[in-house]
């Protein structure tokens, strides 16, 4: 073979795959505003069965996920089968998200009464992760991260763990049982809510939380990360020793300190917010989480408002470049983060 032959034989397999590689992970097509400010956007629905208005809302905002609550929830067939025409409906598949705790939040029964002898029963938890997985499930919004550091924080019942270091193995294993079933794995609530004692669904959690605590509660965090969670959901809450002007949900500051963390962050259920802050504006709110650093930010409760809300957030990006840019960058990010990890039967896109 000649001198010639042999740098083609080298050079055109190189060729072919950084080919391969910009067709797949950069941008290919301009795509309409409102289009990529969808896939920003995560929602609920009320439905048990998919209604035409369901679909026409859905279609209307296109978001990037669906957070489905006990109130979807029949028997699993009924669920599959509403996870399957969810998807079915759709070219970018949705993020199909659940609440489902260890003994925690519990949305349809799975992960119940897992410590009924003060240690995890792994074989059961693994039983139920993959029965919730083969449901449709994508993302399940835990393990939770929040540990209680003052022993009257709210968050006691739901943390399955008596010290940090318990924390952190437990969640270790968790995340890493999720991964093989296919299923992102979510750190909430960032940078933890176990240094309040208040419930940010009930009131404002607002503390200047010591440095000591504060650098404890990032570690869980981050050994949650370096076990492989690709999504971080943030709390709703101030922590005056970082941000005292506003929520984390707003925070750059807060943000920040996720610098290093290349998956995804989300908001907590911004529709909640309503029920503690007083005169709050959610548009104005999910606009700021996003300059703030979040890519995804959650409403997930009453969806013909969320359609009001959409609407009047893009007339708004519209005439803002800056939000124009953040939005267009989250949705190549969130694209580029579907094509690589929602790894199932709907991957088609």
């Known amino acids: 073979m000649t001198v010639k032959g042999t740098c083609l034989y080298v050079i055109i397999p190189i060729l072919l795959a ?21 896939q920003n956007l995560v929602v609920g629905i009320s439905d048990i069965n998919l209604s035409d208005k369901t679909k026409e809302i859905l279609n209307h905002i296109k978001p990037s996920g669906i957070v489905l609550y006990r109130r979807n929830y029949e028997d699993d067939d009924q669920f599959k089968k509403l996870i399957e025409e969810l998807q079915e409906s759709v070219v970018i598949k949705y993020f ?46 835990a393990p939770v991260s929040d540990f209680p550091f003052d022993d009257n924080s709210f968050m006691k019942r739901r ?23 296919n299923m992102i794995a979510t750190l909430k609530h960032f940078p933890g809510l176990g240094v309040f004692v208040e419930d940010p669904h009930t009131g404002l959690p607002n503390l200047y939380v010591e440095e000591k605590v504060f650098n404890e509660s990032l570690n869980i965090f981050n050994s949650g990360i370096d076990n492989g969670a690709k999504m971080v959901m943030t709390g709703h809450a101030i922590y005056k020793n970082i941000d005292s002007n506003n929520l984390s949900t707003t925070s750059s500051e807060i943000i920040d300190l996720l610098d290093n963390f290349d998956g995804l962050i989300v908001t907590d259920d911004l529709m909640d917010m309503l029920l503690t802050v007083d005169d709050i504006n959610l548009e104005d709110t999910g606009l700021k989480a996003l300059e ?16 009001v809300l959409f609407d009047k957030m893009i007339e708004e990006i519209k005439n803002d470049k800056k939000l124009e840019k953040i939005v267009r960058k989250n949705y190549w990010k969130i694209i580029k983060f579907k094509k690589e990890n929602l790894i199932n039967k709907f991957n088609n896109f």
């Open 18 to 38: 950084l080919i391969c590689f910009l067709l797949l992970f950069l941008p290919t097509k301009v795509v309409e505003l409102d289009e990529a400010f969808g």
């Open 292 to 307: 703030a650093g979040h890519n995804l930010i959650m409403f997930s409760h009453r969806l013909e408002d969320v359609q």
């Open 159 to 181: 943390v399955p763990a008596d010290t940090v270091d318990d924390l952190k193995a437990f969640n270790k294993t968790f995340i890493e049982l999720l991964n093989e079933n």
């Open 96 to 141: 199909i998200m659940l609440d489902e705790e260890p003994d925690g939040a519990e949305r349809i029964g799975r992960l119940k009464n897992v410590f009924s002898l003060g240690l995890p029963d792994w074989k059961e938890i693994e039983a139920d992760i993959q029965e919730i997985a083969s449901l449709g499930i994508n993302v399940e919004l």
